[in-house]
């Protein structure tokens, strides 16, 4: 099999490249940070010196899995970026969550090479990556994600081709403006219950199968009741989407003001020291603003 280019393994890339090591693809990665690499090495990668070197080493494919827009585009075009190393029939997979404008960017820069791009956002936390069970949402030209869609099976459990380039990206924007204000309304209505004089558990369980039910009610829920709120996926990571919305749906004249309203909340808890906790986290909010408990009643 013809080695895949891997950048970028941190909490999800680490756990995804592993998984195409099992899956029998030979690898050659790259991070900025030592520690990810060497471990990768310790699985059987080779390592490469720089984004520039994986993609001269790399067959058909290489991958990013960076943390946001200014990443990928320095480890795209930034000095010693794939595009010093890639050649003509290459296809680059970005499956970080960034901004769809700077997908379609970074596309028309790679083309510029003769190298294609596919973007493919993930839905499923650290979990789901070691399992090799993400939601994977894809972007890009039909031809050039049939010839990939065997790889990223590798890595996840449904693979959709949603539309052309910057489509997966628009889809992971949808999922995140649908989960934030999804947990934010669980965390409202379970603070006026407790305020208002009802029991939220007891709320809970009588809503739960009705029209107001949703995976985010019963993940999320629990967790406010519990306090459980190590992550998961962290109010940080869900500020950096909420802000793509905002930035895309300016770029496009959109608008989108539950997005401006969940965004606010979450850079409140982010002041207040709570960026790196699951984004139920939300539940804490409205407990400050309200002065009560969704577990158990402050007062
Ligand atoms: P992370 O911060 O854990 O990992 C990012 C890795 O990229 C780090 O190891 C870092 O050293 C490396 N890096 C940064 N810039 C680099 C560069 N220019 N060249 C090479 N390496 C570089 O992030 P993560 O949690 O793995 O998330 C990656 C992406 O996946 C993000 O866009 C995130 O929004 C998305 N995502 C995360 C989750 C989650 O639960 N963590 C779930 C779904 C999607």
Not at 251 to 270: C, F, N, R, T, W
Request: include cysteine.
């Amino acid at each position: 099999m013809e080695k895949i280019g891997f950048i970028g393994l941190g909490i999800m890339g680490k756990p995804m490249a592993k998984n195409l090591i099992k899956a029998g693809h030979e690898l050659v990665v790259f991070d900025t940070a030592e520690a990810p690499a060497e471990e990768l090495v310790s699985f059987g990668a080779e390592r490469g010196a720089s984004a520039a070197d994986v993609a001269s080493k790399a067959g058909k494919v290489i991958i990013t899995m960076l943390p946001d827009s200014k990443d990928v585009r320095d480890a795209v075009s930034g000095p010693k970026g794939i595009l010093e190393g890639c050649r003509a029939g290459q296809t680059v997979i970005d499956m970080s969550s960034i901004s769809p404008i700077v997908s379609r960017e970074l596309e028309k820069e790679l083309a510029g090479r003769g190298a294609e791009m596919i973007d493919a956002p993930v839905s499923g936390g650290q979990e789901k990556a070691e399992q090799g069970t993400l939601a994977i949402m894809a972007g890009g030209r039909d031809i050039v994600f049939e010839g990939v869609k065997d790889i990223l099976a590798c890595m996840g459990a449904t693979v959709t081709l949603v539309g052309e380039i910057g489509a997966g990206q628009i889809t992971k924007l949808v999922n995140q403006i649908i989960v934030g204000v999804n947990i934010s309304a669980v965390a409202e209505g379970m603070a006026f219950a407790r305020k208002a004089g009802a029991d939220p558990r007891r709320v809970f369980e009588a809503i739960r199968k009705g029209l107001a039910g949703s995976q985010c009610l019963e993940d999320k829920a629990p967790r406010m009741f519990e306090g459980r709120y190590a992550p998961g996926f962290r109010v940080a990571l869900h500020i950096k989407d909420l802000w793509n919305v905002l930035e895309t749906s300016r770029a496009i004249k959109g608008s989108v003001p539950l997005s401006a309203q969940v965004i606010e909340m979450m850079i409140a808890l982010a002041n207040e020291g709570h960026e790196g906790l699951d984004h139920a986290a939300l539940g804490l909010y409205y407990e400050k603003l309200n002065g009560v408990g969704l577990g158990e009643d402050k007062a």
